[in-house]
C-alpha cells in the first residue's frame, strides 16, 4: 500500500466528494446544446456534419449523417469547445485497426469524447478509472481478476438460473394488455442477473439500475439526472453501498463480482472509491448494453415481420439471430481512444493527443461488409463479425453472458408466445454513447 492510498477498511467514501471530481460542461451536454435541430445530412456540407449529437440518437436520425461520412470522408475531423479536436472514423476496416491498436491509441485518458487533456481538472489523489480506460498491462492484471465470471464452466452453472428467471418473468407479462417492454422485462431481466453477479441484494437490485442509468446520462431538465452535482451525489452513495458489500466479502468470499474485486491480486489494496470505476463499468457493461438488445430484437423483429415469421416457424434460427441482433442495435455507439503521438491514418495527420471515436454503429452499418446492412436478417452469413462488441484487448469480457440472455429468453419466448406486437415507436435514450430504448410499449399474445 502506498502513502497516497488510505486503508480500505478503515476510510469511508463518505464526506470524500474531492475524490470524485466533476467536469461541469461536458462535449455531450455541449453538444447536445448546439445539436438540437440539426438537419438531415443531405443539407449539410460534410466539415458541418458531427455525429456526437444525442438529439440524432433518441430522434433515430443518425443514419444518413453515417453513410455520408462512410461514403465522402470517412476518417472526419470535428472540433469543439470542450472536447477540441477529435475525428470520427466510421467504416468497417478503420475501425478495427484503430481498435486492434493499442500501441498507439491509447484508452487510458477515456472511452467517451472528453474535455481536451489540457483542460481536464488536476488529478484526483485515487484513481478512479476501471479497467476497460486503462492500457496493456495495468489492464490485463485488472481483467484477469474478474475475467472468470464469464468462463465457460460459470457460464453452463448460470445457464439454468437465467432459464428460471426469464420464465418467472415472462410467466408474469400481462395477458392483453399494453406494456412496457423496457422495465417488465429487459430491465427485469438484465438487472437480476447482474445482481446475481454481484450477489447483491435482490430487494435492492432496482438500485443497479438506476446508478446504471446516471452514468452516461446527460444533465437535462426533467432529464435522468437534472445536474452533474446529482450524479456526483448518486455515485457517491453506490460506492457507499458497495462498501458495505466489500467489508462483508472480505471476511466471507463467495464466487461473485465484489469477492473477486476484493481479493484480485490487482485490486485487492484498492480505497472503496477506486473500485467505483470497475464498479460502474460493471454495472453498465452488465445491464444497460444488454437490456438495450433485448428491447431491439423485439422492436427489430416487428420492424422485419417476416424474419419473425420465419423466427416462429424455426425457433432453432435463434442461434443466429442473437449476434445479428446484437450487430443490427449495436448498444454502445462507440468507443474513444487517444492518439500516442502524431500518426496518418487514411491518409489524415492524426495529431498527438487528438481523440479517436470508433463508430461501431456506422461500422455495423458498412455495406462493403454487411450487405443490406440497414435489414436485420436472421440468416446472415456473417453477422458474428459485427464490432457490437469491439477488437483487441478490451473485447468485452461479458459478450458471451449477454449471447446466452438473450437466446435464453428468446427460447422461452418463443415457446410461449404466438405474438410480442409492438404497438407504438420507441423512446429512445438522450445520449450519442449508449444506444438504447426508454420505452417500448408491447402487446402480447400467449400461444392457446
Ligand atoms: C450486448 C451486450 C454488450 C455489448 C454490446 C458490450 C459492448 C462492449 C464494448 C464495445 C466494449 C469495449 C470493447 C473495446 O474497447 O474494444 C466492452 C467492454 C467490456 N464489457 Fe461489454 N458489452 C455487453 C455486455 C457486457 C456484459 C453482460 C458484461 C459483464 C457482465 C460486460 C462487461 C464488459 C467489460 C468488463 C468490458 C471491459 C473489457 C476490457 O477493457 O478489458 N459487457 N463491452
Same mark, same amino acid.
Given at each position: 500500500m502506498?502513502?497516497?492510498?488510505?486503508?480500505?477498511?478503515?476510510?469511508?467514501?463518505?464526506?470524500?466528494?474531492?475524490?470524485?471530481?466533476i467536469?461541469?460542461?461536458?462535449?455531450?451536454?455541449?453538444m447536445?446544446?448546439?445539436?438540437?435541430?440539426?438537419?438531415?445530412?443531405?443539407?449539410l456540407?460534410?466539415?458541418?456534419?458531427?455525429?456526437?449529437?444525442?438529439?440524432?440518437?433518441?430522434?433515430?436520425?443518425?443514419?444518413?449523417?453515417?453513410?455520408?461520412?462512410?461514403?465522402?470522408?470517412?476518417?472526419?475531423?470535428?472540433?469543439?469547445?470542450?472536447?477540441g479536436?477529435?475525428?470520427?472514423?466510421t467504416?468497417?476496416?478503420?475501425?478495427?485497426?484503430?481498435?486492434?491498436?493499442?500501441?498507439?491509441?491509447?484508452s487510458?485518458?477515456g472511452?467517451?469524447?472528453?474535455?481536451?487533456?489540457?483542460?481536464?481538472?488536476?488529478?484526483?489523489?485515487?484513481?478512479?478509472? !476501471?479497467?476497460?480506460?486503462?492500457? !496493456?498491462?495495468?489492464q490485463?492484471?485488472?481483467?484477469?481478476t474478474?475475467?472468470?465470471?464469464?468462463?465457460?464452466?460459470?457460464?453452463?452453472?448460470?445457464?439454468?438460473?437465467?432459464?428460471?428467471?426469464?420464465?418467472?418473468?415472462?410467466?408474469?407479462?400481462?395477458?392483453?394488455?399494453?406494456?412496457d417492454?423496457?422495465?417488465?422485462?429487459?430491465?427485469?431481466?438484465?438487472?437480476?442477473?447482474?445482481?446475481?453477479?454481484?450477489?447483491?441484494?435482490?430487494?435492492?437490485?432496482?438500485?443497479?439500475?438506476?446508478?446504471s442509468?446516471?452514468?452516461?446520462?446527460?444533465?437535462?431538465p426533467?432529464?435522468?439526472?437534472?445536474?452533474?452535482?446529482?450524479?456526483?451525489a448518486?455515485?457517491?452513495?453506490c460506492?457507499?453501498?458497495?462498501?458495505?458489500?466489500f467489508?462483508?466479502?472480505?471476511?466471507n468470499p463467495?464466487?461473485?463480482?465484489?469477492?473477486?474485486?476484493?481479493?484480485?491480486?490487482?485490486?485487492?489494496?484498492m480505497?472503496?472509491i477506486?473500485?467505483?470505476?470497475?464498479?460502474?463499468?460493471l454495472?453498465?457493461?452488465?445491464n444497460?448494453?444488454?437490456?438495450?438488445?433485448?428491447?431491439?430484437?423485439?422492436?427489430?423483429l416487428?420492424?422485419?415481420?417476416?424474419?419473425?415469421?420465419?423466427?416462429?416457424?424455426?425457433?432453432?434460427?435463434?442461434?443466429?439471430?442473437?449476434?445479428?441482433?446484437?450487430?443490427?442495435?449495436?448498444p454502445?455507439s462507440?468507443?474513444?481512444?487517444?492518439?500516442?503521438?502524431?500518426?496518418?491514418?487514411?491518409?489524415k495527420?492524426?495529431?498527438?493527443?487528438?481523440?479517436?471515436?470508433?463508430?461501431?454503429?456506422?461500422?455495423?452499418?458498412?455495406?462493403?461488409?454487411?450487405?443490406?446492412?440497414?435489414v436485420?436478417?436472421?440468416?446472415?452469413e456473417?453477422?458474428?463479425?459485427?464490432?457490437?462488441?469491439?477488437?483487441?484487448?478490451?473485447?468485452?469480457?461479458g459478450?458471451?453472458?449477454?449471447?446466452?440472455?438473450?437466446?435464453?429468453?428468446?427460447e422461452?419466448i418463443?415457446?410461449?408466445?404466438?405474438?410480442?406486437?409492438?404497438?407504438?415507436?420507441?423512446?429512445?435514450v438522450?445520449?450519442?454513447?449508449?444506444?438504447?430504448?426508454?420505452?417500448?410499449?408491447?402487446?402480447?399474445?400467449?400461444?392457446?
Open positions: 502506498t502513502d497516497t492510498m488510505p486503508d480500505n477498511t478503515s476510510t469511508s467514501v463518505s464526506a470524500e466528494e474531492d475524490l470524485l471530481p467536469v461541469l460542461r461536458t462535449p455531450e451536454m455541449e447536445a446544446e448546439i445539436g438540437k435541430g440539426v438537419p438531415a445530412a443531405s443539407e456540407s460534410i466539415e458541418e456534419i458531427n455525429p456526437v449529437n444525442a438529439h440524432l440518437f433518441r430522434e433515430h436520425r443518425w443514419h444518413d449523417h453515417f453513410a455520408r461520412l462512410r461514403a465522402e470522408d470517412p476518417i472526419h475531423f470535428n472540433e469543439i469547445e470542450t472536447a479536436r477529435f475525428w470520427s472514423i467504416t468497417y476496416d478503420d475501425v478495427r485497426a484503430v481498435d486492434g491498436n493499442w500501441q498507439d491509441f491509447s487510458a485518458a472511452i467517451t469524447l472528453g474535455i481536451k487533456l489540457e483542460d481536464l481538472p488536476p488529478e484526483p489523489s485515487l484513481p478512479i478509472q !476501471p479497467f476497460i480506460a486503462m492500457d !496493456p498491462p495495468d490485463t492484471a485488472q481483467r484477469k474478474v475475467r472468470s465470471i464469464s468462463a465457460p464452466k460459470n457460464l453452463r452453472e448460470l445457464e439454468g438460473l437465467i432459464r428460471e428467471r426469464s420464465v418467472k418473468v415472462l410467466e408474469d407479462i400481462p395477458e392483453g394488455e399494453v406494456f417492454w423496457v422495465d417488465t422485462v429487459s430491465i427485469e431481466l438484465t438487472t437480476l442477473l447482474l445482481a446475481t453477479l454481484f450477489d447483491f441484494p435482490l430487494d435492492d437490485r432496482r438500485k443497479l439500475t438506476r446508478w442509468d446516471i452514468v452516461f446520462a446527460i444533465p437535462e426533467g432529464g435522468v439526472v437534472e445536474s452533474q452535482e446529482q450524479k456526483r448518486e455515485l457517491i452513495e460506492a457507499q453501498y458497495f462498501e458495505g458489500l467489508a462483508e466479502r472480505r471476511e463467495g464466487f461473485d463480482l465484489v469477492s473477486m474485486l476484493a481479493h484480485g491480486e490487482a485490486t485487492k489494496d480505497h472503496s477506486e473500485h467505483l470505476g470497475n464498479l460502474l463499468l454495472i453498465v457493461g452488465g444497460d448494453t444488454t437490456r438495450n438488445t433485448m428491447t431491439g430484437s423485439v422492436y427489430g416487428n420492424k422485419y415481420p417476416e424474419q419473425y415469421a420465419k423466427l416462429k416457424a424455426d425457433p432453432s434460427l435463434v442461434e443466429k439471430m442473437v449476434p445479428e441482433v446484437i450487430r443490427w442495435q449495436t454502445l462507440y468507443m474513444r481512444r487517444t492518439a500516442n503521438h502524431d500518426i496518418e491514418l487514411g491518409g495527420q492524426i495529431k498527438k493527443d487528438d481523440q479517436l471515436l470508433m463508430w461501431y454503429i456506422s461500422a455495423n452499418r458498412d455495406e462493403t461488409k454487411f450487405p443490406n446492412a440497414e436485420l436478417d436472421i440468416e446472415r456473417n453477422a458474428a463479425e459485427h464490432l457490437s462488441f469491439g477488437y483487441g484487448v478490451h473485447f468485452c469480457m459478450s458471451r453472458l449477454a449471447e446466452l440472455q438473450l437466446r435464453v429468453v428468446w422461452e418463443l415457446e410461449r408466445f404466438e405474438d410480442i406486437e409492438v404497438v407504438e415507436e420507441p423512446e429512445r438522450f445520449s450519442s454513447f449508449v444506444n438504447g430504448y426508454s420505452k417500448l410499449m408491447v402487446k402480447a399474445t400467449r400461444k392457446k
